[in-house]
């Protein structure tokens, strides 16, 4: 009997297997998950990026809650978010923006075109404080507590599912 | 119409499929002739089906026929007619279509020149043939139609990926496929012989041509895509570990294994059970293979659009497949003959050293590759597994079986004299301290392995030849009866030599690579000249070049030594308006020993470029090994022994008991 | 639709593999050590927009910024494991291609040797197994005494 088992022992390491390829089927490789949640928010201080603005800088993130957009003019993806954005900001979530490797001119055109949701953008011009948060791609969209802690990193563009399902009620639940 | 006829086509082969699958295996449990006998003109008609479609595909492909999907999207008209052709299975749709030609191919060649084969047998294993191809065909008929028309066609197509218009490239792709595709071969071998219960010499010996065709196109086909990596990546690199290479070679480890271990089945009647097993896994592999390639599950440069449903299907054609046939192994395998005994001393204690160490590199690249998806599907964290982890595993297992690779021929079977071996061995022993003296003398500050490693490669290629020179009795008899041994030694002895040695040269070329390579980054302006490893290099100028879909810059540089002229190289860098993309292409130069290697960068503006130069050491080895084992591979292929047909099984006089499982 | 997705995803991610030069000279650092540790470290960091590549293979304009951030970190005096530890804390262990050493990775390390020291195992006790059925068992003392005395007794 004892012999039996060995040689089903390939069938069984096999059905393992193909139950990993199955989960793997609806998961995304690429996906890198944000080191950040749970810690501070980055120290860091950006320039404003339009005229009589103040910039972005770490103390601005903290004592409410907050959600911190990358974004850049050269982005087809954030073209795509943006009307999600304006109507994030209308119903009043404080939405700051982080212009991401862009040229100041370019994002003010794109900002004028399409509308500005943003209370505060700061200008990240060489990308030096996006790779303190931790961003490898554009756009993505960042939740912070009053605390000025990370609570969530959404990659990629927002989407109705991610704001109904997870940024609101997060936004809801941290308020409090 | 050509590409309806041709879609046609497969859907007659999956009809013929599904009768080859069901009819012979019914025939063969019944002993009834007729059905049996259905199973070779199906498995041929399938091939001729199977090819009208792949005509068909490639005539709308010559054609420019852009009212066919697939050619709308990966062609165009102004692309050169060689990568119009190759196109055909630049993408997934067509390079299924080549899939499913190279099975029904290999079944077409046990049904034509298998006739030495028992009916029973050969009706079995070309209907489990049939049955992948039947999942193969569904697979293709109905997520990934290579003839579907889009209607209305485009004017003009999208193009191929400029870095598929290549000639290593473009003809890589085929050499795979024959590689791991024709590993189904044995798969069915095993399957069939667990169907029928028995396994024994004559098995061995029917599987293993089909076995070592196979294996040496993958062998090929790898060395191709490795080949094609170094010219045209632009810094010399040629291997990933990238999931899609070690898709292709863990079965070529585990094909590796498996020509070793039949060797023991049928000379000794011994591993029996490993070897159907071996079998089965060596073409799962190549299954699991093409799942991750085309199912987005893992990240790959090489990996062809994806698209969960085919994911799905894919993975269902693995369960049945895979999973069915180890199924059978479980309740099949406890039944057949154990095996004979060996002195841990032995010729078949090397070769089940030999499968011990290279199904355990196989099975450590699978690990390594499936980790991070298996740790993400468990709920753990989001690791990387990359090429340093590999290169740690891999070496330290390879490292042991390339040693005993030189004794084990001089090992006799059941029970051997090691230190006798090795003491005929004398002379790869010092040809391995020479080279490693050697190295140090010219590398003085070279890392250790890679010195030991080069004596180990001097090991390899001079121990496989020592054993030649042993059975000739080369030095210690007369010419004239060395001559004689030599004229009548088997082919497999001599393919077996050089396959050894082919390693050897690859090894060699390898750490030389790792160790030695010599790199230079910098701006040049024209007329200045750099020194790289002993030689000087001049940019001459750089001036404009157009082709047929591209324009482009080429750079002309000089090299020489010591005031001699030694090579002119022209690198490029080239931008395709059609696909948007640039291309460089490397300029090779090679001296043999060594290749020099030049790519031209973008310009800084002020008359300046950026140029890489690589002073590549023992480069082109590591292709000339890979050459000589297949060459080796097809002289061992040619032995008349498999030709002329193997013997017929033993028939026991009536009357004799006979052991469980007979 | 999902085809021409698929399809322009391929070519967006072929553009990124695309062979264009990756280190540039001008990132290069002045001291030839410094140089070596920056590109031997690159070669074990993930560029994160590629396909498995190194930052030191690709050419996406986030493998710069990193092989420049890299070079920065260690003229500021990191050592490789600080300099390391800086892009790990931002970007999560998914950056390492040498994956680390921890419980979670135990297995992944493990097994190489756990397959060959199992392997060969299990080769041992199969032969062991095969000698003795193959083999008659020898007789006990008890056993020798009764065949001696039988071989004594019996006879003419």
Known sequence: ?176 | MIAEIGHFALALALCVALVQASVPLSGAARGNGALMALARPAAQAQFVLVLIAFLALMYAFASSDFSVFVVAENSHSTMPLVYKLAGVWGNHEGSMVLWVLILTLFGAGVATFGGNLPPTLQARVLSVQAMIGAGFFAFILFTSDPLARVLPPPADGRGLNPLLQDPGLASHPPMLYLGYVGFSMAFSFAVAALIEGRVDAAWARWVRPWTLAAWCALTLGIAMGSWWAYYTLGWGGFWFWDPVENASFMPWLAGTALLHSAIVVEKRDALKSWTILLAILTFSLSLIGTFLVRSGVLTSVHAFATDPRRGVFILLLLVVAIGGSLLLYALRAPALQPSGLFAPVSREAALVLNNLLLASAAATVLIGTLYPLFLDAIGGPKISVGAPYFNLTFTPLMAPLLLAVVVGPFLTWKRADLLGALQRLWVAALAALAAALITLYLHSGGPLLAVLGMGLAAWLVVGAFVELAERIKLLRAPWRESWQRARNLPRANYGMAFAHAGLGFTLAGIIAMTAWKVELIQVMHPGETVPLAGLSVRLDRVEPHMGPNFEGRRAAFTVSRDGRFVAAVFPEKRNFPVAGQDTTETAIHTLGIADIYAVLGDSDGKGGWTVRLYYNPLAPFIWFGAVVMVFGGLISLSDRRYRVGAPARRRLPAGVATAPGD | MMRLLAFQLVVLLALLASPVLAVQPSEMLADPKLEARARSISEELRCLVCQNQSIDESDADLAHDLRVLLRARLLAGDSDAQAIKYIVDRYGQFVLLKPPVEPATYALWLSPLLLVLFGAAGIAVYLRRRRAQLEPAALSAAEEAELKRLIEEGGP
């Open chain 1, 1 to 176: 009997m004892r012999r039996r088992l060995i040689f089903v022992l390939p069938a069984l390491v096999f059905l393992a297997l193909a139950a990993a390829f199955y989960a793997g089927l609806d998961r995304d490789p690429q996906l890198v998950p944000s080191a950040l949640i749970g810690k501070p928010v980055p120290q860091f201080a950006l320039p404003a990026l339009l005229d009589g603005n103040d910039g972005l800088k770490t103390a601005d993130l903290k004592g409410k809650v907050v959600l911190v957009n990358v974004f850049a003019s050269w982005c087809v993806p954030c073209r795509a978010e943006h009307p999600l954005l304006m109507r994030l900001a209308k119903e009043g979530v404080e939405l700051d923006g982080i212009n991401y490797k862009d040229k100041p001119e370019d994002a003010k055109l794109w900002l004028t075109n399409l509308g500005d949701p943003y209370k505060r953008i700061g200008c990240d011009l060489e990308g030096t404080v996006g790779i303190d948060w931790g961003v490898y791609g554009v756009p993505e969209t960042f939740v912070i507590d009053r605390a000025g802690t990370i609570r969530f990193k959404q990659v990629g563009p927002l989407t109705p599912d991610v704001i109904n399902d997870t940024i609101v009620p997060l936004v809801r639940k941290l308020s409090k």
